[in-house]
């Protein structure tokens, strides 16, 4: 596609619940990034794929957070348990490589009720 | 680590008047730095970017950042703002070879007053 796909657009969900956000990255590029943006803040790093593998995972808040990119393409956030500190939106974004200038999607908006 | 602090959570300026918004980073290695813009329930979009060679950088709508290694800053500047500017500028630094992430202020809200 054209840009950076994030779906869904908005999830309201259940404390306690599974969740699955989705990232389809600009065609051809081999990094991306999770990032997670809570009200008045800046985007805070979460993971980042080189290709399938996670390179830097270091941002990922506690084990109920979850990522993986398979084939190197789309990748899925995965939380488990949610808790209603995990409100935000959860973007993505990827680059032709790394050190290359990083799209970002619309994000999803997650809220736990 | 690298950090990004930028200095004002919002800054009102009336329409026509000059802004600078200000950001300082920390980091131990030479850097990448950027200005992202989200406009109002828009998704972040690279304003403008310093990779290497001249420290001034322009934007295509008028914003233009220096990078100032001594000071280790990099301040967005516009001589003339216009209602549209209207939005939420994050700064955010790379460092080459040491992280593999972007990292960004906490941004500042550019409020544009008629």
């Known amino acids: 596609g054209a840009g950076v796909s994030q779906t869904p657009s908005n999830k309201v969900t259940e404390k306690g619940k599974y969740v699955e956000l989705r990232c389809d990255p600009i065609?051809?590029?081999?990094?991306l990034y999770w990032y997670r943006q809570s009200l008045g803040q800046g985007p805070e790093f979460l993971i980042y794929f080189q290709g399938t593998g996670a390179a830097d995972d270091s941002g990922l808040p506690n084990d109920r957070f979850f990522a993986v990119r398979p084939e190197g393409s789309v990748s899925t956030l995965k939380i488990q348990r949610t808790e209603r500190g995990d409100s935000a939106v959860y973007l993505c974004a990827s680059s032709l490589t790394a050190y290359t200038e990083a799209f970002f999607g619309q994000g999803t908006r997650l809220t736990v009720v | 680590a690298q950090s990004v602090t930028q200095l004002d959570s919002q800054v009102p300026v009336f329409e026509e008047a000059p802004v600078e918004l200000r950001c300082n980073y920390s980091?131990?290695?030479?850097?990448?730095l950027f200005w992202y813009v989200q406009y109002p329930n828009q998704g972040l979009q690279l304003l403008l970017k310093y990779l290497s060679g001249s420290t001034l950088v322009k934007s295509i709508n008028g914003f233009e950042a220096e990078f100032n290694k001594s000071q280790t800053s990099f301040h967005l500047r516009k001589p003339s703002v216009h209602i549209s500017d209207t939005a939420e500028y994050f700064c955010?630094?790379?460092?080459?070879?040491?992280?593999?992430?972007?990292?960004f202020g906490k941004g500042t809200r550019l409020h544009i007053l008629p």
């Open positions: 980091s131990s290695v030479s850097v990448y």
């Open positions: 065609s051809g590029h081999t990094a």
């Open positions: 955010a630094v790379w460092s080459r070879g040491r992280d593999d992430k972007i990292i």
